[in-house]
C-alpha cells in the first residue's frame, strides 16, 4: 500500500510539472499562475504548494534533472573519448539537447534574459544554486580528465568549468533566438571554441 501511494505521489508530482511546462510555453512563465497550474493539472492549489513551493521550483527541478542525465550519459562515455575536446563537446551537445527537450526554444527566450540578467522573481537566486551545482560536477569532471593524463596538470579546472559554464549559456541564449534553432552551426561553433581554448593561443 505504501508503494502505491508514493508512485500516485509521483504520477501527482509529474503531472503536475507537466501541466506547468504546458502552461509556460503557451502563456508565459511570469503571466501564469499557480491557481492555473492547479486547474491545468486537475489538482487543488494547496497540492501544487505542497509538492512545490512556486513554480520557480518546477523550472528548476526539470532543469536539474536535464542536466544530471547529461553529466551520466557524458561520464558513461569517457572511456571511448581519448580527445578531451570530444568530452566537452559531447556534454554540452547533451546538455543542450536534453534542456531543449525539456523546455521549447520560446520558453528558453523568456528565461534565459531573467537568469543572465536577472528579475523581479525568485527564478535567478534559485537557478544560480543550481547552477553553482552543475559547474562543480563539471570541475569533477575536468578533474578526472586531468587525472587521466588528458588535461596539462596546472590546469585550474574551477576556472576552465566557469569558463566552460559561462560560454554555455551565450550560445543558448543565440540558439534559441534562431527561427528554427540551427543545431549544427552551433555544435560546430562550440567546437571551435573548446578546441581554441584548450589548445591555447601561445606560439
Given at each position: 500500500m505504501t508503494g502505491l501511494r508514493e508512485r500516485q505521489k509521483v504520477l501527482r508530482r509529474q503531472a503536475i510539472s507537466k501541466a506547468a511546462v504546458?502552461?509556460?510555453?503557451?502563456q508565459g512563465f511570469q503571466?501564469?499562475?499557480i491557481e492555473q497550474i492547479a486547474n491545468q493539472a486537475g489538482v487543488s492549489a494547496p497540492t501544487v504548494f505542497k509538492y512545490f513551493g512556486?513554480?520557480?521550483e518546477i523550472i528548476l527541478e526539470i532543469l536539474h534533472a536535464a542536466?544530471?542525465?547529461?553529466l551520466k550519459d557524458t561520464r558513461s562515455?569517457?572511456?571511448e573519448m581519448d580527445d578531451p575536446v570530444d568530452t566537452l563537446c559531447y556534454l554540452e551537445q547533451?546538455?543542450?539537447r536534453y534542456a531543449l527537450e525539456v523546455m521549447h526554444p520560446s520558453l528558453w527566450r523568456e528565461l534565459l534574459p531573467l537568469i543572465l540578467f536577472g528579475g523581479d522573481n525568485e527564478l535567478p537566486e534559485g537557478y544560480r544554486a543550481m547552477n553553482d551545482a552543475l559547474r562543480s560536477e563539471i570541475s569533477g569532471l575536468l578533474r578526472d580528465l586531468q587525472q587521466a593524463g588528458k588535461l596539462r596538470g596546472d590546469l585550474n579546472v574551477e576556472t576552465a568549468a566557469f569558463l566552460l559554464n559561462d560560454y554555455a549559456h551565450l550560445q543558448?541564449?543565440?540558439l534559441v533566438n534562431q527561427e528554427p534553432p540551427d543545431m549544427d552551426s552551433h555544435s560546430n561553433q562550440v567546437r571551435r571554441i573548446t578546441a581554441l581554448l584548450f589548445?591555447?593561443?601561445?606560439?
Open positions: 504546458e502552461l509556460f510555453e503557451h503571466n501564469t499562475t512556486n513554480k520557480q542536466d544530471q542525465r547529461a562515455q569517457i572511456p547533451l546538455l543542450t543558448l541564449l543565440r589548445q591555447g593561443m601561445h606560439a
